[in-house]
């Protein structure tokens, strides 16, 4: 397949999880993705994500996994990480570059903060490492349209709060059918990881981060507030912080040079 996309899954304790791999680095780079990862994980998305980030290919043997397809109830991030470490070692890998992005990067804290040893460098993308007041709002509202099996208004409200006004004008006229596909069986998982989102709180071990770290944080972010990647680079001494001007929670897919930027990162001797 191209990019040599693969579609896996590994046995995590009672249960599986899934994940992609692609490209043919030496080095290895493991993708945590967000909260959408509790409506579908990435089964059976190698090729389109091997496609969205083929730029990592060449240089890098890549994994995106999703959170494990059973989560118990108040599952919290610093749980997911543990997982994390467990699927890393089932893969045979004893370390690699992070990036995580936004629920993926609260995780990606707490990998980098209790198993430093896994973590060679780590890129940390529209999150945040402690509850504010917009999180709660947003995602308490996404709750609550879960409890009530309301996809369609998760996906618009997501949607919205995801993109520039430019790429919203192209989606808008697409909500009536874009918002009845992906539709989970059961909301269980994105219950768990939306509370998990709720109650991350790293912000006083945040500063045990001593590996090199690229933080990206936008200037209109809807989802996790607009200070939240400059609380984080305050807090990691050997930090960088890019912030996007005038882009939305969604940079990572709108931001042309997003991956040139984190690529150059991972690059740096």
Not at 116 to 138: G, Y
Not at 143 to 150: C, I, P, Q, V
Request: proline share 2%.
């Amino acid at each position: 397949m191209l990019y040599n996309a693969v579609n896996g899954n590994i046995k995590i304790g009672n249960t599986d999880m899934d994940f992609i791999s692609f490209g043919k680095g030496d080095k290895n780079l493991i993708m945590i993705p967000g909260l959408g990862d509790g409506l579908k994980t990435v089964k059976g998305a190698a090729f389109s994500i091997a496609v969205m980030y083929k730029c990592f290919a060449d240089r890098y043997k890549v994994y995106a996994l999703s959170r494990k397809n059973h989560l118990e109830k108040g599952y919290s991030t610093r749980d997911m990480a543990a997982d994390y470490k467990t699927a890393m070692e089932k893969l045979g890998i004893t370390q690699a570059y992070l990036m995580g992005i936004s629920q993926g990067g609260m995780i990606a804290q707490y990998i980098a903060v209790d198993y430093p040893e896994l973590v060679e460098k780590l890129v940390l993308a529209v999150t945040l490492s402690r509850k504010n007041e917009t999180v709660q709002k947003v995602i308490g509202s996404w709750l609550k349209m879960a409890e009530l099996n309301d996809y369609k208004g998760i996906f618009i409200d997501t949607t919205e709060k995801l993109y520039t006004e430019k790429r919203l004008k192209k989606y808008r006229p697409l909500y009536p059918l874009l918002s009845k596909i992906g539709k989970p069986k059961d909301f269980s998982r994105f219950i768990i990881q939306a509370n998990a989102c709720i109650s991350h709180n790293a912000y006083d071990e945040i500063e045990k981060i001593k590996c090199p770290t690229l933080v990206i944080g936008v200037d209109n972010d809807k989802v996790v507030g607009v200070n939240s990647s400059e609380e984080i680079a305050e807090k990691i001494e050997n930090s960088e912080l890019i912030i996007y001007k005038g882009f939305g929670h969604g940079v990572y897919e709108e931001a042309k040079d997003f991956n040139c930027r984190v690529l150059d990162f991972l690059n740096l001797k």
